[in-house]
């Protein structure tokens, strides 16, 4: 029985290129040199915006991965049965060189290139992100042995996608294996050991609390030796095509990034091979670390990309009150706020980026070690906040498993917490201001090339130098580390009105400052301060 006609609500948004609409991503790629990569990324943009690759991205998390720790007849396969369209997802992202062609073909711009590619995926489905970012990040961390990298380094670059566990595959995707019960981010505390077995292979007895994406081909793991912590290659096939023992107990039942299977394992026997030296093993995996940090960067930003794209075309297409939702003030403040903060998030990643590129000058080399770990606190706590006001800007329906933004809202978190929660990275840039001080001098360099264009921006800057000399001068104290988390919030603002002062157009660069270092600064998303074109802002929504 027909009882209406439905009317007034927005279309369903596909078949939209994404690379196309984002403007601060298409600017920030040619700022930083990658314009030779926008064809593919326009590539990119045209399928990840696509319905059909909507549709698996959505299947993917609908059909969640599911444990198969024994066959029919009772042998142990320790298996993840993921959907097709999980799989789709990450052949896509893999073919398109998400994971290593930052590696595979360094040049000016790559790691641009690969950061644009990365988050134009991470902005539709982020969970299989989680296993492209390990692919990438074990590249550099491999460079400890000759024999191991001369083994798995061209399965990593290569482009195919094969989600079996099996011996002879042409590609091969790492995971990571760190974390335990009783220590998280406290590596120190494992427990798990490994003993020397003749001929560069280990055994690896113990438990992993967090194993993430469990069916990849290989993964980091530290392990104790008499030594002291080391790291290890543990590969789930075994070189005669046996099995390893990598015994999944259980998946996680996670709040978000339900795509990607997380487990916790038991190894007993387990056969690993020693990356770096014996008990370096948190120094094997700094590189590693640091790159997963800065992924985490690009996936925050991913998502709130998609989040201000979503809210920006339900807003335009929906009426209220007699006119569109974009033309009522109060929605026009949120709506630019959301793209403000948005837009900062991809400016300093790409900046990012291309500060990690095989090409960047020795100031670069210097200037990424201190951004990186505020940008991770900053950018990543700032996420959730802002899906959940994306969220409302659509209303019920923002708040169903419909649409994309409650399972955007469920994932943001994890991006906070991986690689480092919030007070874990905020200890670590009060360690670099203390013991690196080229890391600290490079930053403010960067913060300086900004200077004489707001008067806002020159005072905060100022008081910003005076908290970090004062910091610098004194004794480590418990009063110190209780105020730190202030202070990288505002190194992290300083540095992106820095670059939206120097990149960005005027009225971004003018309400970046007035809203984030103003006195005038709100609390909420959509308490801007007054005079600040927001038709300009919602232009580039």
Request: proline share 4%; net charge negative.
């Amino acid at each position: 029985m027909v009882t209406h006609a439905v009317v007034n609500q927005a279309p369903p948004r596909v078949d939209v290129d994404e690379f196309a609409v984002n403007l601060p991503l298409r600017e920030g790629v040619q700022r930083y040199d990658a314009g030779w990569a926008t064809a593919s990324l326009d590539a990119v943009g045209r399928l990840v915006g696509s319905a059909a690759f909507q549709r698996d991205a959505e299947l993917a998390n609908l059909h969640e991965p599911q444990l198969r720790a024994f066959d029919r007849w009772g042998d142990r396969i320790d298996e993840v049965e993921y959907d097709d369209g999980y799989h789709r997802v990450i052949a896509a992202a893999v073919a398109a060189g998400a994971h290593t062609s930052a590696w595979a073909e360094p040049r000016p711009g790559a790691n641009v290139a690969r950061a644009a590619t990365f988050m134009l995926f991470a902005q539709v489905e982020p969970g299989h992100a989680c296993p492209v970012s390990m692919t990438h990040a074990a590249v550099p961390a491999l460079a400890a042995s000759e024999t191991l990298a001369g083994e798995w380094m061209p399965r990593l670059l290569s482009r195919d996608y094969d989600g079996r566990l099996a011996v002879g595959k042409s590609s091969a995707l790492f995971g990571m294996a760190m974390t335990e019960k009783q220590g998280g981010s406290d590596v120190r505390a494992n427990t798990t050991r490994a003993l020397a077995d003749g001929d560069g292979r280990w055994l690896l007895t113990g438990h992993k609390w967090f194993c993430s994406a469990p069916m990849s081909d290989a993964f980091l793991v530290l392990a104790q030796t008499a030594v002291g912590l080391s790291c290890f290659v543990v590969p789930r096939v075994l070189a005669d095509g046996g099995r390893n023992v990598f015994l999944l107990q259980r998946l996680k039942d996670k709040l978000g990034n339900r795509s990607n299977a997380s487990a916790e394992v038991e190894f007993d026997g387990t056969v690993g091979y020693l990356l770096g030296d014996e008990g370096r093993g948190v120094r094997t995996i700094l590189e590693m670390v640091n790159r997963t940090r800065l992924d985490c960067i690009f996936g925050t930003a991913a998502g709130m990309r998609q989040a201000v794209a979503e809210a920006a075309w339900h807003v335009r297409h929906r009426a209220a009150f007699g006119a569109r939702l974009i033309d009522q003030p109060a929605m026009a403040a949120v709506l630019s706020d959301l793209a403000l903060e948005s837009e900062a998030a991809t400016a300093v990643a790409l900046r990012l980026a291309r500060a990690h590129d095989a090409d960047a000058p020795e100031t670069d080399v210097a200037f990424r070690r201190l951004p990186t770990a505020v940008t991770k606190y900053w950018v990543c706590k700032r996420g959730p906040g802002h899906a959940y006001e994306a969220l409302e800007c659509l209303g019920g329906n923002g708040y169903t498993e419909a649409f994309p933004l409650a399972r955007r809202y469920r994932e943001q978190p994890v991006m906070a917490i991986w690689e480092g929660s919030g007070n874990v990275i905020a200890l670590d840039v009060l360690r670099a201001l203390r013991r690196e001080p080229a890391a600290w001098e490079a930053f403010d360099t960067e913060l300086a090339a900004a200077r004489g264009v707001y008067r806002t921006f020159d005072g905060h800057h100022d008081r910003l130098r005076a908290r970090v000399a004062a910091l610098i001068a004194c004794e480590p104290t418990a009063d110190a580390e209780a105020a730190v988390r202030p202070l990288v919030a505002a190194l992290a603002l300083t540095l992106q009105a820095s670059l939206l002062i120097r990149d960005a157009p005027a009225a971004v660069a003018d309400a970046f400052v007035a809203a984030r270092l103003g006195p005038e600064r709100g609390s909420l998303y959509g308490e801007l301060p007054s005079g600040l074109d927001l038709a300009a802002l919602l232009a580039r929504a």
